[in-house]
């Protein structure tokens, strides 16, 4: 099965501070996706990759897929309160049905 | 406005005692799906629908059923739920297969099993 690793799995930071989340797989991935998730909320579509080398941009959050399609980044610039909540990274390892989401970065913004 | 509506919100249901939740969609998009997830942990896909063609994952339990009577309308049947079973229940829809298209998700159903 896909396995999708993430890191940090908790991260809280100063209100403003830059942060980066990693999201590293085992299998080259087909199609990479940023989620965030309010506590006891559904989840909140982000970004989607799928070319090696992409990067994407929305307001203050970038996320990147590396060459190999095995590593994706997500990083938020000057970070407010409104970012605080799980993010996740979900992908599915082929053209198929599966779709996997990763270990999740609790993320909490201090004001 | 709502594109993905899960009723109810919260359930309790008492163990063993089979329990329904809802989902349904304003999008018109092929595919529904429901995952799993449970308290601190990443949700967990169960299985989906393309169109009218059901897709099990290989390690969701038999307990865990699904009906699609049209497109709008998705649901999850528990025939007889166990204390683990309790944990956050989401539908989402997508236009195409998770590979290529953003999924949509709708609030969650908090299912409670006493």
């Known amino acids: 099965s896909q396995e999708l690793e993430q890191s940090p799995q908790s991260l809280i930071v100063q209100e403003g501070k830059n942060l980066t989340i990693n999201c590293t797989s085992s299998?080259?991935?087909?199609?990479l996706y940023w989620y965030k998730q309010k506590y006891g909320e559904g989840l909140i579509f982000l970004m989607m990759l799928q070319k090696g080398g992409e990067e994407k941009s929305h307001e203050k959050i970038t996320a990147k897929l590396d060459e190999k399609k095995q590593q994706s980044s997500l990083h938020i610039t000057a970070s407010q309160p409104s970012h605080a909540g799980i993010y996740l990274c979900g992908a599915a390892p082929n053209t198929g049905n599966q779709f996997y989401f990763g270990t999740g970065t609790s993320l909490t913004v201090i004001p | 406005d709502a594109m993905v509506i899960q009723n109810p919100r919260y359930q309790v249901t008492q163990f063993g005692k089979p329990v329904t939740l809802s989902c349904s969609q304003t999008?018109?998009?092929?595919?529904m799906y429901w995952y799993q997830q449970k308290s601190s942990q990443a949700p967990k896909l169960l299985f989906h629908?393309?169109?009218?063609?059901?897709?099990n994952e290989a390690d969701t339990p038999d307990n865990f059923q699904s009906r699609r009577p049209n497109t709008s309308f998705c649901f999850l049947d528990i025939r007889s739920p166990g204390l683990g079973d309790a944990a956050m229940y989401l539908c989402?829809?997508?236009?195409?297969?998770?590979?290529?298209?953003?999924?949509?998700f709708g609030p969650g159903t908090r299912l409670t099993v006493t």
């Open positions: 999008l018109n998009h092929n595919v």
């Open positions: 989402a829809t997508s236009e195409g297969l998770a590979g290529s298209y953003e999924q949509y």
């Open positions: 299998k080259t991935l087909y199609g």
């Open positions: 629908y393309y169109d009218k063609d059901f897709n």
